[in-house]
């Protein structure tokens, strides 16, 4: 290849459009020659024939314009980032967290590899390895197996070998470590203030195991490492010593380096994304995961190739990096599967989703034995959820529904579902709690209460009604911390149709309770 052409190839782009590549995207195949392609779903995803469709257009395109066949990626991590809509809804990290299976967690893996295959796309920016030992962490949470390193890096392990047994490459996030932040990287730069022994004993083990996996690339995290850069520490994604340092030469990761998106504002934006992008590559980076943004696709072109020419981006530095990416699309290509799209949803993949949620479902105290519930057939039931936000950019709840109400009403059918905001008014609050007041039982889903105060308010108000309040943590067990005084705990980690499905079985008696806390809830 030509200089030009080693250049685009460090690079994935994305762009707005469904049906076909859009026309800025053709233009920037043909100018930039990039690596390949980032889905989003609300960029891209359509029905899953579209999406199919939509996958082998952009090869057929890659091959009339002389290219390597494309890298095309997403985030189909199951629980709260499933890019993929209509993929098979699987609980999630945490609830696999919760069920101590690694037998499960490789299952999910199969799911998550086999369906993309099906949908023509080769790369998984999954799953996340992060140690989520902090409560306040707003962008990692359920995405995170647990707080115990040892067992995250069993789950990730295993996830990564069942993604990777369908042809499909998994990407272990956010190295070195985005479990132990209290901000997010999409809205400026996080920092860890930890030492180097305290990263060796709780940060790093998963992508150790990680890479023991065999797996194909890692991604970097747009946050500062202290005890590695001092005080001043750029993002690990433009770090030398964590890039080419740490994980090359400390950890002997020889596979292809990939960066968190490219427009998260731990990068500088505008026109200083230009030196951001070469400053990565510069550090050892393979990978630059850059927008939609026509302008930003032409900076960080621009920038890698001025460095390429100028010597700041050295031919040796460049073809090595070139090298790896063209053995990761060696081996896509030697274990490249076509399944046919009907295993997407599955009732085998569909068996597995419940089977995680089943066997994640926790009781963390029952102590007024509201549990199992057992009504007259003319009593009540009222159910709560919140509306489900997107708590960081990287997150796809906002699509869903919890039909929590729907699966208790399969039990009880006096049943009566209410909706409340994520964050309600306290006019909001005082309308639901009228209406729920002559209830027999009533049941609250939350979402991450113990970070919404309104929420956690509502809650509170609830368990002064003086009617059975069973609360169902729908995402984070942290909310326990919020209202203490509750008597009766129970977490599902996921809003997904299984764990709502699951949790109701279980609230009724006829399926156990068997998931263990896979975090510390505070106090």
Not at 29 to 56: A, C, D
Not at 378 to 404: C, F, G, H, M
Not at 480 to 492: E, G
């Amino acid at each position: 290849m030509d200089i030009e052409h080693l250049v685009g190839q460090k690079l994935l782009f994305a762009f707005h459009g469904k049906e076909k590549p859009s026309p800025e995207i053709v233009n920037a195949f043909k100018k930039y020659h990039p690596s390949g392609i980032s889905l989003f779903r609300g960029l891209n995803m359509g029905t899953l024939s579209q999406l199919k469709e939509l996958n082998e257009s952009l090869q057929r395109l890659a091959r009339e314009l002389g290219l390597p066949p494309l890298i095309i990626a997403t985030d189909q991590e199951g629980g709260q980032l499933m890019a993929i809509g209509e993929g098979t809804p699987l609980p999630g990290n945490m609830a696999l967290g919760a069920t101590r299976s690694i037998e499960l967690a490789r299952k999910a893996g199969e799911v998550l590899g086999r369906e993309m295959a099906a949908l023509g796309l080769n790369v998984d920016y999954a799953p996340s390895a992060d140690v989520n030992i902090n409560p306040e962490n707003p962008v990692v949470g359920t995405r995170s197996f647990g707080d115990d390193p040892i067992l995250v890096g069993q789950l990730a392990a295993a996830m990564i070998e069942g993604i990777q047994s369908q042809g499909v490459a998994a990407t272990v996030k956010h190295f070195p470590g985005h479990g132990d932040t209290a901000s997010d990287s999409h809205l400026g730069l996080p920092t860890v203030p930890h030492s180097l022994e305290r990263l060796h004993t709780v940060e790093l083990p998963p992508f150790i195991s990680a890479l023991k996996a065999d797996v194909k690339l890692v991604m970097t995290a747009h946050l500062g490492i202290l005890s590695v850069d001092g005080p001043d520490a750029p993002p690990a994604t433009l770090s030398p010593n964590i890039i080419n340092g740490l994980l090359r030469r400390d950890l002997g990761f020889d596979g292809v380096v990939v960066t968190d998106a490219m427009d998260m504002h731990a990068i500088r934006q505008g026109e200083l994304l230009r030196e951001d992008s070469l400053r990565a590559a510069q550090a050892g980076a393979d990978l630059l995961l850059v927008t939609s943004d026509p302008q930003d696709q032409t900076r960080a072109y621009e920038a890698l190739l001025q460095g390429a020419q100028s010597g700041q981006l050295t031919a040796d530095e460049l073809n090595a990096s070139v090298a790896r990416i063209a053995r990761l699309k060696q081996w896509l290509a030697e274990n490249s599967s076509t399944p046919d799209l009907s295993v997407v949803r599955s009732a085998e993949h569909m068996q597995i989703a419940d089977e995680i949620a089943e066997r994640s479902i926790t009781l963390v105290r029952d102590e007024n034995k509201y549990l199992p519930i057992q009504l007259q057939a003319d009593q009540r039931i009222a159910v709560i959820v919140p509306i489900p936000e997107n708590l960081t950019p990287a997150d796809t709840s906002s699509y869903i529904r919890p039909k929590l109400a729907e699966s208790i009403c399969v039990y009880h059918s006096r049943t009566d579902g209410f909706v409340i905001p994520y964050s309600p008014s306290e006019e909001e609050a005082a309308s639901i709690l009228e209406q729920v007041r002559d209830y027999d039982v009533i049941v609250i889903g939350t979402i991450n209460a113990y970070a919404e105060e309104n929420q956690a308010k509502f809650v509170r108000s609830l368990l002064q009604v003086g009617k059975p309040v069973i609360i169902v943590a729908m995402r984070l067990p942290y909310d326990l911390s919020a209202f203490p005084q509750a008597s009766t705990f129970v977490c599902t980690y996921s809003i997904l149709e299984p764990s709502m499905r699951a949790v109701a079985r279980a609230l009724f008696g006829f399926g156990a309770m068997t998931g263990q806390l896979p975090v510390v809830i505070p106090g």
